[in-house]
């Protein structure tokens, strides 16, 4: 009996090639999963299993972890969350770029939080409140949460356009301190953005300080990504020693036609640093970004194509340059009118793209925006595009290593218990694709489209994705910061 009960699983993947998720080479093994959980893997054959679904010539992984992502609403408003486990996404980092849904401790709606699309429905005091109703209505997939400094920005001064005083810094501080008590993994900046850019690096590393009694994070979207990327580089790096905090530098590239081939410098530059402390860095697979539409982005870019506009909503999906000659104006007055509104920007060097991608130490995040009405495409796309695209058919890297920068590197650098490796004991978020057709399909023209190659993909031991379609369960979790979540 006792033999009998150890050969048992409620689900079976059988006649696979596991990819693990640590970099190892694949090896041809079943996978068995009972209740949220990986309880063996090896040659199962003689297993008895509730479901017994046959994987042959089709790669077994640990599900992708999308590091960098503004779902924060959609978790709550999209909560069968198709653009991403369609991917093959069983985890995502919310809270991104300074801006997190909470806690909003202000009623009037602030520039910026349109990324995170139409907040109005759901405000939150407080990270815990928000983890709460995460808690409370699962989406289909986990979550790891941050809180973002411009966030706090908004509800800490009576205007963002000014450095934090010593009072305003201790009441973010103490916001800060309640969200890593509720559980978030730490504080995200966008010095970049018009809510943060007068915010000395002194403020940052002062509201920062709470981050080493938690073992938090600082993650960042740079104040310069462009002619000054490495000064923000340095300035990221320092913010992460004075708070003794692993520095993360968000969607790293280089922009600008005249700073094609720096990644060259800011590569070396990590490297170097990484030497003395903790630093990760992610990155999308594509030469374009996408936020929203700012004068300032223009003259870095070859081409601007609008995602969304509240004042013109049929400019989206066409190119500034288009409607600016509709208008009989230039980019910039068309911009204006277009406003608020968001843009993909074609602004990077391929070879950087390439570059950065290959680096061992580079996650994978979208930065995808759920809630524009054309998006860039890596809401649907980054993960398979990484997996065929880059992996497969320019040969890159080894489908082995792409997965590792999607799972287990992922899982170390935001400290996710029991997540991002196939291992005996782990829990069962698991994706099944083909390594022949994985490929994106979602273009600049046609963003919203599922991948193509994506089998299955599993959430705590249950299926949210078969053949194409989602299943409609919501098995996932709230992660909070260091801990293995249970059901
Ligand atoms: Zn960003």
Redesign the pocket.
């Given at each position: 009996m006792s033999d009998q009960a150890r050969d048992q699983c409620d689900l079976l993947f059988a006649g696979g090639e596991v990819i693990d998720g640590s970099g190892s080479r694949r090896q041809r093994a079943d996978v068995a999963v009972t209740d949220d959980r990986i309880v063996a893997i090896g040659d199962l054959a003689d297993w008895h299993a509730g479901r017994k679904i046959d994987v042959t010539g089709k790669v077994v992984a640990p599900g992708f972890i999308d590091v960098h992502t503004h779902d924060d609403y959609a978790l709550l408003a999209k909560p069968d969350m198709d653009m991403k486990v369609s991917q093959g996404v069983t985890s995502v980092v919310v809270g991104?770029?300074g801006f997190s849904l909470a806690p909003l401790s202000f009623t009037e709606m602030q520039p910026g939080l349109a990324l995170l699309g139409d907040e109005e429905a759901f405000r939150f005091p407080t990270v815990s409140t928000f983890i709460g109703a995460v808690d409370d209505a699962p989406p289909a997939l986990n979550a790891v949460f941050l809180v973002g400094h411009s966030t706090l920005r908004f509800g800490a001064l009576d205007r963002t356009d000014r450095a934090a005083t010593a009072d305003e810094i201790k009441v973010m501080r103490d916001r800060l301190e309640e969200g890593l008590k509720a559980g978030a993994t730490g504080l995200s900046t966008?010095l970049?953005y018009d809510p943060a850019r007068e915010a000395p690096t002194s403020e940052v590393i002062e509201i920062g300080k709470v981050l080493q009694d938690y073992g938090a994070r600082y993650v960042t979207?740079m104040r310069d990504e462009a002619e000054g990327v490495m000064d923000s580089l340095e300035e990221t790096f320092t913010i992460g020693r004075e708070c003794h905090s692993r520095a993360i530098v968000?969607?790293h590239k280089v922009m600008g036609g005249q700073n094609g081939g720096r990644s060259i410098e800011t590569l070396a530059c990590i490297d170097h640093h990484c030497q003395h402390q903790p630093i990760g860095f992610d990155v999308y697979p594509y030469a374009a970004g996408s936020?929203i539409l700012k004068a300032d982005m223009l003259a870095n870019s070859t081409r601007v194509l609008i995602t969304w506009s509240q004042a013109t909503p049929e400019a989206g999906g066409r190119d500034l340059t288009d409607i600016a000659a509709e208008m009989g104006c230039d980019i910039y007055d068309a911009a204006e009118r277009l406003q608020p509104a968001g843009a993909i920007y074609f602004s990077m060097d391929e070879a950087d793209v390439q570059r950065i991608l290959s680096h061992p130490n580079a996650m994978i995040g979208s930065?995808g925006l759920p809630f524009d009405a054309h998006p860039h495409p890596r809401l649907w796309g980054t993960f398979p595009r990484v997996l065929g695209h880059y992996s497969r058919d320019l040969g890159l890297f080894s489908l082995e290593e792409a997965v590792r920068r999607m799972t287990s590197l992922s899982a170390a650098q935001f400290d996710m218990v029991d997540r991002g490796t196939l291992k005996t004991g782990y829990f069962a978020d698991i994706t099944v694709f083909d390594p022949a057709t994985v490929i994106d399909t979602a273009s600049f023209e046609k963003p919203i489209q599922a991948a193509a190659g994506i089998a299955h993909v599993f959430v705590n031991g249950r299926e949210v994705w078969a053949h194409g379609q989602g299943t409609g369960n919501r098995p996932g979790r709230a992660l909070r910061h260091g801990h293995a979540v249970a059901a």
């Amino acid at each position: 009996m006792s033999d009998q009960a150890r050969d048992q699983c409620d689900l079976l993947f059988a006649g696979g090639e596991v990819i693990d998720g640590s970099g190892s080479r694949r090896q041809r093994a079943d996978v068995a999963v009972t209740d949220d959980r990986i309880v063996a893997i090896g040659d199962l054959a003689d297993w008895h299993a509730g479901r017994k679904i046959d994987v042959t010539g089709k790669v077994v992984a640990p599900g992708f972890i999308d590091v960098h992502t503004h779902d924060d609403y959609a978790l709550l408003a999209k909560p069968d969350m198709d653009m991403k486990v369609s991917q093959g996404v069983t985890s995502v980092v919310v809270g991104n770029c300074g801006f997190s849904l909470a806690p909003l401790s202000f009623t009037e709606m602030q520039p910026g939080l349109a990324l995170l699309g139409d907040e109005e429905a759901f405000r939150f005091p407080t990270v815990s409140t928000f983890i709460g109703a995460v808690d409370d209505a699962p989406p289909a997939l986990n979550a790891v949460f941050l809180v973002g400094h411009s966030t706090l920005r908004f509800g800490a001064l009576d205007r963002t356009d000014r450095a934090a005083t010593a009072d305003e810094i201790k009441v973010m501080r103490d916001r800060l301190e309640e969200g890593l008590k509720a559980g978030a993994t730490g504080l995200s900046t966008g010095l970049f953005y018009d809510p943060a850019r007068e915010a000395p690096t002194s403020e940052v590393i002062e509201i920062g300080k709470v981050l080493q009694d938690y073992g938090a994070r600082y993650v960042t979207h740079m104040r310069d990504e462009a002619e000054g990327v490495m000064d923000s580089l340095e300035e990221t790096f320092t913010i992460g020693r004075e708070c003794h905090s692993r520095a993360i530098v968000s969607h790293h590239k280089v922009m600008g036609g005249q700073n094609g081939g720096r990644s060259i410098e800011t590569l070396a530059c990590i490297d170097h640093h990484c030497q003395h402390q903790p630093i990760g860095f992610d990155v999308y697979p594509y030469a374009a970004g996408s936020t929203i539409l700012k004068a300032d982005m223009l003259a870095n870019s070859t081409r601007v194509l609008i995602t969304w506009s509240q004042a013109t909503p049929e400019a989206g999906g066409r190119d500034l340059t288009d409607i600016a000659a509709e208008m009989g104006c230039d980019i910039y007055d068309a911009a204006e009118r277009l406003q608020p509104a968001g843009a993909i920007y074609f602004s990077m060097d391929e070879a950087d793209v390439q570059r950065i991608l290959s680096h061992p130490n580079a996650m994978i995040g979208s930065d995808g925006l759920p809630f524009d009405a054309h998006p860039h495409p890596r809401l649907w796309g980054t993960f398979p595009r990484v997996l065929g695209h880059y992996s497969r058919d320019l040969g890159l890297f080894s489908l082995e290593e792409a997965v590792r920068r999607m799972t287990s590197l992922s899982a170390a650098q935001f400290d996710m218990v029991d997540r991002g490796t196939l291992k005996t004991g782990y829990f069962a978020d698991i994706t099944v694709f083909d390594p022949a057709t994985v490929i994106d399909t979602a273009s600049f023209e046609k963003p919203i489209q599922a991948a193509a190659g994506i089998a299955h993909v599993f959430v705590n031991g249950r299926e949210v994705w078969a053949h194409g379609q989602g299943t409609g369960n919501r098995p996932g979790r709230a992660l909070r910061h260091g801990h293995a979540v249970a059901a």
